[in-house]
Nanobody
């Protein structure tokens, strides 16, 4: 199973920037999707941005134009979330997510442990 480890969270003032990283335990291949989700206190976990193995990206409307998802493939795959012009409403725990489908058609999913992002003056 693929293990995911996030890093890069912290406290930042409104208008500031942060870069989150999600390191997979291996270099990913075949078809997959990786994504960033976030969950604020008392709210559901929502998708923030996704990136397919072919490089196609998608964003939630609330972060379009401010956040950028990208990927690097070396010995392992690392997915980044560059967050600019942060707002207090971006405060949440951010989770990395991975999904693929096995040769038997079974869905395989992994979640990271989450990293806290706090936007406050």
């Amino acid at each position: 199973q693929v293990h995911l480890v996030e890093s890069g969270g912290g406290v930042v003032q409104p208008g500031g920037s942060l870069r989150l990283s999600c390191a997979a335990s291996e270099r990913l291949s075949d078809f997959y999707v990786m994504a960033w989700y976030r969950q604020a206190p008392g709210k559901q976990r929502d998708m923030v941005a996704t990136i397919l193995s072919g490089g196609v990206t998608n964003y939630a409307e609330s972060v379009t134009g401010r956040f950028t998802i990208s990927r690097e493939d070396a010995e392992n795959t690392v997915v980044f979330l560059q967050m600019n012009r942060l707002k207090p409403e971006d405060t949440a725990v951010y989770y990395c997510f991975y999904k693929t489908v096995s040769s038997l058609g079974q869905s395989i999913e992994s979640w990271g442990q989450g990293t806290q992002v706090t936007v406050s003056s």
